[in-house]
């Protein structure tokens, strides 16, 4: 039997309203689930994240997470235009298999998209 179903990353934020704003406005997450002064739950095609309320910035700066997604390469366009990627993690096929970028929230928190490059368009 497959216990594991689906991960949900829960990343820190110094104030829940600025990644709920950043990940509507520039990443077209457009599903709002919950949030409140303390907690967010925000949501993209089959991807749920959630956010915590800290008062340290070391918590989201140390932070990051990782999706797999379909058309890696149409993703990155979609995000460019919003000027959202990581200078340091621009699109490339990674010696490990995937062709992925970064992108870096107000916060600090690091997101990586990638795909298997056998998938990869």
Known sequence: MEH???AVPVLASLDIAKPVAF???SMGF???GWQDEQYAVLGRDHVEI???KCNDRIHPENTSCYIYVQDVDGLYAELSIKKVIH???PLEDKPWGTREFAVL???GN???F???RLHAT
């Open 4 to 6: 594991l179903q689906r």
């Open 23 to 25: 990940y509507q406005k």
């Open 30 to 32: 457009d599903k709002l």
């Open 50 to 52: 959630h956010f915590w």
């Open 87 to 89: 200078p340091n993690g």
């Open 105 to 107: 929230d107000e916060d």
């Open 110 to 112: 690091m997101i990586k």
């Open 114 to 116: 990638g795909q298997n």
